[in-house]
Each structure stands twice: as C-alpha cells, then as structure tokens.
C-alpha cells in the first residue's frame, strides 16, 4: 500500500465520488474506523474530547466520538468555530450526535482514559496553525502535558502538511490515517509528530500501489507468516545459526537465540568463543544448542544453518574471529542478517563490497553513519534510497520509524514500535527474529519488514503493562504479534 500525496488522495476520493460513493459516506466509514481502532488501543472507555475545525477533518472526529459512545465512552466537542463557519458535512455530524460544544476546556471526569481527538485540520492545512485553530492545538499541548490526555490525530496531526511533512504541528500519540498514509507522515518531522501510525482502510477508496515508499502492514502483504500445516515439523521450522555475544556482552546472544526461539525457529544454535564464560551459558534458554570453540565464525558457516544472525555484542570478540569473519561473507550464499558490530567490522575494514543481496544488514543511526558517512544530513528515506542504489544487500535502518529498502523494491515503512522501546537488546531481539524468519525461507526484505513489525507490535503488546517495554518484553509478546499479523489486528 502506497503512501500518496494531499493531491492524490483527493484524486482517489474523486475515483470514489464518479463511481457515485458519496463524500459522507467515506467520512461514516472513515469515522467508524477510527473509533474501531481506537477502541481496540483502550482496554476500558474513558472520556473522549473531539477538536473539530471546520472542515471533514472535524467530521471524522465527529463520526468517531457518535461510535465511542455507544461503545460506553463518555464524550465531549471543542469547537475552534461557530457551526455557522462549518462545512455542510461535520455540521451534520454534530447534528447526529445532537450535543453542543463545550464552552470551556474540558476536564478528565471519572476514570478510564483521556482522550483527545485532533480532528483540527487533515490534508486541508496550509502553513502555519493560526487562530482559534492554534488555540485549540495549544488547549490539547497543555492537557497532553499536563493532565495525562492521549492525542490521536484525525489523518494527520493538524498542521502537518500532507506532502513535506513540514509544520509546527500537532504533537500526537497516534496517527489514524484515513484509507491511506500520507507522505508526510513519513518524513524526519512527521515521524516525530505522529506518533503510533495506525492505518484505517476504507473499503470504498481503490489502493494506490505504485509509489516508492509503502506502509508495512498485514493488509499490505498478505501471505506472510501463513499459519503452519499439521504436518510441519523443526526441519521445516528452519535453522538458525547465531554468532552473537563477547566476553562483557553475553546478553547480546541470550535475547538474540530468545527471540529467534520465540519467533518460531525449529533449530537454534549459538556459536561463540571458547573463553565465553561458563556460568553464563548456563542463562541461555535450554533450547539452545551452545557451540563454544576456538573458531567458532568457520564452524558456524561450516554447519547445516538455513540462516545465520551475525554481530549482536561481538565487539570484544578476537581479532581471528572479525578477519574470518570477513574473509567466510565473501563466498557464502546463504541468508545472513548482520547487526551491530558485524556492521562496525564492516565499516572499519571499509569492506562495504561485501555486502551482497544475501545479506540483511541492520544498522541503528549511530551504525549507518559509520557505513555511510557521505548519506550524513540526509533525510532516513533518501539514505536508504541512495545506499541500496549502491549496495546489493537488503538495508533495515532503524529509528523512531524503521525503513527496509533494497534495490530495485519499494522503501517500507513500519508503522508499529514506540519510544518506550528505546533501549540496548531490543535490536539483537530483532536480529533474532529476522534470522528466524529468513531460516524459513522468507525473501530478504520480507523477513526484515515482518521482524520490524512483530517486534514493534510485542512492544505495543507490553504497553498494557506500562510504558517501558524491555527486549525480554519483546520477546515475552513475540507470540502475541504473530496472531496480530495473521489476524490483521493494527
Ligand atoms: N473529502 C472527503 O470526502 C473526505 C475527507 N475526509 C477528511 O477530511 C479531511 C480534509 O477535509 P477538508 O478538505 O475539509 O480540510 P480540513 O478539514 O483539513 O481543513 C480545511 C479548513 O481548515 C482551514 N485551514 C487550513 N489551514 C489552516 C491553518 N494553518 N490554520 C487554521 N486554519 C486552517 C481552512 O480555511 C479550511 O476551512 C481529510 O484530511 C480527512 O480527514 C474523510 O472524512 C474521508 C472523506
Ligand atoms: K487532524
């Protein structure tokens, strides 16, 4: 599913209104939507406050809060206009929910969540908020700040423009596009203004497919992650070989075999070094095979792997192990994902042609900075456009939204993941899942997308319990977020 530009989502309600969809129609099923949506991020109502402009933005909301309250939640309308200054469409919205605005800002009564619905301006915006309408955003900064309200933007946080992202807009918590994401959204400011992206799809509106950057979700791909046959068995499970951990950074290979373990894998064996200490191979989970040896680089590319995760904490690993290291990627055709300090061995030996369309690499910032120093100041999108131009290799940068890129294919953006995740471990859980996956045979930017979502789906999972989700959380949902996928949940 292709992210699209303010003029071309116009263009696809055109498509609609000639094949005689009507304009409310979209904005009933757009409104019920979010609400779905909505409700299934809240284990309980709460109160809902809907910020309406006075265009279909504010409509959406409208039509969202009419669902929240007959799913019990309690709900209430600031208005930055009289309904006078409305379009015809939300002043029948407001009409249908038969309250009036409130006159003063709102309070959280009673319990459950506070939510605010920013339903100030959508792909309308132009320039900077101003007015009552800056008022309002203002109202929502403050009650976001200081009185615990969740902001979930209507399209788009207002003010972002809908092309360039740009705009001191609306800070949300998340983002419900309406039918489909637009390119804003995934731009260095947009990614920091909206949040948690969580798509809505109308069913009404024909999907673009045809640009370069595309949203990542079930939908999108369907296929991946088909439910196993009764008949499979750990052969078919795939193997996994993992080179991950170094004297100092033995946790690195714990979360990494975790996740690959709890991603599915039928066979996961760790390679590591023969000084590795013994009393923490006995935290690996029993399920592992744990290889120590003096060479353990040749015996992990000499073995049966299906797939083979390479570089989680090997930053104190010898000097024999990097060289050969280096010196077995050259020949081997087999999937292999390599993370962190695989990529700084990389980067050092400025070995970059070695990087070919079997590997998965997947640096954080900090990482693609050392491979690509010449990508600095570049946007995430560009970068990733102008590395895999020039490397055949399968390129997953991670950051507050992760990309997947590889020559020739369209930039994937992921939607799931959040910042309570930012924390050492939750990339080697990553690296675990994705070399799982490649085991099982999965195409290269397949495996690196679908590892991106999962994970940032566990994390979400873990949000029930807080806002901090550790890598052992991650790893805790894994199972969670698989039935995500396979059930489409967002
Ligand atoms: N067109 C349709 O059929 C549908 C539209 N939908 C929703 O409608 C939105 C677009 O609606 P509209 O085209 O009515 O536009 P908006 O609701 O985005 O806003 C337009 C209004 O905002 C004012 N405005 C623009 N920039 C401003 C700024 N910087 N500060 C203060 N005021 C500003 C304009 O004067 C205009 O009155 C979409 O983003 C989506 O949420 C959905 O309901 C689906 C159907
Ligand atoms: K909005």
Redesign the pocket.
């Given at each position: 599913m292709s992210f699209v530009t303010g003029a071309a989502m116009r263009s696809l309600?055109e498509a609609a209104f000639a094949r005689g969809v009507s304009?409310e129609a979209?904005?009933d099923l757009?409104?019920e939507g979010i609400a779905e949506r909505l409700i299934e991020q809240f284990s309980r109502p709460g109160s809902a406050i809907g910020y309406v402009?006075?265009?279909?933005?504010?409509?959406?909301a409208l039509v969202a809060l009419r669902h929240l309250r007959e799913a019990g939640w309690r709900i209430a309308i600031r208005a930055a206009f009289p309904e006078e200054e409305w379009?015809e469409l939300p002043r029948r919205k407001l009409r249908d929910l038969a309250i009036a605005p409130e006159i003063d800002v709102p309070r959280h009564k009673g319990s459950g969540p506070f939510l605010l619905l920013d339903g100030l301006?959508?792909?309308?915006?132009?320039?900077?908020?101003?007015?009552p309408?800056?008022a309002m955003a203002e109202e929502m900064a403050t009650l976001r700040q200081n009185h615990g309200a969740v902001v979930a933007a209507?399209?788009?946080p207002s003010?972002l423009d809908a092309d360039t992202g740009s705009g001191e807009a609306v800070i949300a918590d998340l983002t419900l596009p309406?039918?489909v994401a637009k390119m804003g959204i995934a731009s260095p400011n947009g990614v920091l203004r909206c949040g948690r992206v969580v798509l809505v799809p109308?069913k009404d509106l024909p999907l673009p497919d045809d640009s370069f950057l595309k949203f990542f979700c079930p939908e999108a791909f369907p296929g991946l992650l088909e439910p196993r046959a009764h008949g499979f068995h750990k052969g078919d499970a795939g193997r996994a070989g993992i080179l991950a951990g170094s004297p100092g950074m033995t946790g690195a290979a714990v979360i990494c075999t975790s996740a690959a373990l709890h991603a599915g894998a039928g066979l996961v064996t760790l390679h590591v070094e023969g000084d590795f200490p013994p009393h923490l191979l006995s935290a690996m989970p029993p399920e592992v095979m744990v290889r120590p040896s003096p060479d353990p680089v040749k015996e992990a590319f000499e073995a049966r792997h299906d797939a083979l995760v390479i570089g989680p904490g090997t930053g104190h690993a010898s000097q024999h192990y990097h060289a050969s290291l280096l010196e077995f990627l050259a020949s081997d055709e087999r999937p292999i994902i390599l993370d962190a300090d695989a990529l700084n061995q990389i980067a050092k030996a400025g070995r970059l042609d070695l990087l070919k369309s079997n590997h998965v690499i997947t640096p954080h910032p900090g990482e693609f900075a050392r491979l690509a120093p010449e990508l600095a100041g570049e946007s995430a999108v560009t970068a990733c456009g102008a590395f895999v131009q020039k490397h055949g290799c399968t390129l997953l940068l991670k950051g507050a939204r992760t990309l997947v890129a590889k020559s020739g294919q369209a930039i994937r953006f992921n939607p799931t993941g959040h910042a309570g995740m930012a924390s050492g471990g939750q990339g080697d859980a990553l690296s675990g899942v994705i070399g799982t996956l490649l085991a099982q045979g999965a195409e290269s930017t397949d495996a690196a997308s679908l590892g991106a979502w999962l994970c940032g789906r566990a994390g979400e999972r873990s949000l029930a319990n807080g806002p901090i989700a550790t890598a052992s959380d991650t790893i805790r949902h894994l199972g969670g977020a698989i039935d995500d996928w396979r059930q489409r949940r967002r």
């Open positions: 309600e304009a979209l904005m757009a409104g402009g006075k265009g279909n933005n504010g409509g959406d379009g301006l959508g792909i309308g915006a132009k320039g900077a908020l101003r007015g309408v800056a209507m399209d788009l003010g309406v039918g109308l």
